[in-house]
């Protein structure tokens, strides 16, 4: 395999612009040529080399045009969703684009939705390869995806800040984080920043609960409480209503929204993206496609695109219940 591709698809992540370093530096080192896909999919189905007065979405990359992009959040190559690229006819466009730039392999880096994407376009002849980017960290066959650290870094301190003003005037601050379905990025955060109560769909916790555990904590003199819930499990304003409410403490609401998908990755990003880009480009220069690389206790791994959508990820339950027996 001679000329590859590589794009992010879907949400970014930050990490995406090392693992995007790590892909066109592995390739080139093994004598390939790398085209950047911009916006996704999108890049492959609307083509735009036979309209040069508009910017061109497939370019080469080469060692120097991904130089200092390592620290830089973000992608590069930007990205989107791509609604036509589940009909058939957005495959065939993309399938045609790859054949005309000579395009034999595609690095896919996004989450689930991305992969069946590239699981698509494999199974149409172009060999692809996914790998896990995603602050949520729901990807069920690794350990860990890009951009998961960063996120809760950013969460962390977020949260800290927070706690400085609930404790200045001792309220409670209800904190939505991101995490889709997933309250991975909840559970850690409220962990690491001794929540009173952390809400996910996973643990089922309401906002009864909360409550209660806010009564309990108060017979033991505190006066200030963190309460920090997955997007998706409720409404942050609605829960914060109800504790002031039962409570008697005053409670505001606080939404952390995309903040937690940007900013300069951390070392774990960045390596992670380091070794997953790499793999992923020896696959592809061993003529291997339709697999997602991945983690499975540090050891790079991977599987069958289709085999890895199929696999379901636990909730650490046991992180959850250490986290609420030291947090009163």
Avoid: W
Avoid at 103 to 132: K, Q
Wanted: overall charge negative; aromatic content about 4%.
């Amino acid at each position: 395999m001679k000329r590859i591709g590589v794009l992010t698809s879907g949400g970014d992540a930050p990490g995406m612009n090392a693992a995007i370093r790590a892909v066109v530096r592995t390739g080139i080192s093994k004598g390939m040529t790398v085209l950047g896909v911009r916006r996704g999919y999108n890049g492959l189905i609307l083509d735009r080399t036979e309209t040069p007065e508009i910017e061109a979405d497939i370019v080469e990359l080469s060692v120097r045009s991904v130089s200092d992009i390592i620290q830089r959040g973000g992608t590069l190559l930007y990205s989107a969703r791509c609604q036509e690229f589940r009909y058939e006819s957005g495959l065939q466009k993309a399938k045609a684009t790859c054949e005309r730039h000579g395009i034999e392999g595609l690095v896919v880096i996004g989450g689930d939705g991305s992969f069946r994407g590239a699981a698509d376009l494999s199974a149409r002849g172009i060999a692809c390869v996914g790998i896990p980017g995603t602050i949520d960290n729901d990807i069920a066959m690794t350990d860990y995806t890009i951009g998961y650290d960063t996120a809760m870094n950013t969460a962390m301190e977020l949260v800290d800040k927070l706690r400085d003003t609930a404790q200045s005037h001792d309220r409670c601050t209800v904190v939505e984080v991101m995490g889709r379905n997933a309250g991975y990025i909840a559970l850690n955060t409220g962990v690491s920043c001794g929540a009173t109560a952390i809400l996910t769909r996973e643990t089922g916790t309401s906002a009864e609960d909360v409550i209660t555990r806010i009564k309990n904590t108060q017979t033991t003199g505190k006066h200030h409480f963190i309460v920090v819930m997955c997007e998706g499990v409720g409404n942050a304003a609605e829960v914060a209503k109800e504790i002031e409410k039962h409570t008697g403490v005053e409670s505001r609401a606080s939404v952390l929204g995309h903040v937690q998908r940007g900013g300069s990755p951390t070392v774990r990003d960045r390596v992670a993206a380091s070794r997953l880009g790499h793999r992923a480009v020896e696959l592809l220069s061993n003529g291997i496609g339709n697999r997602v690389v991945g983690f499975d206790r540090n050891e790079l791994v991977d599987f069958d695109i289709q085999d890895a959508l199929r696999m379901t990820k636990e909730f650490d339950f046991s992180l959850y219940n250490v986290g609420m027996d030291i947090s009163f």
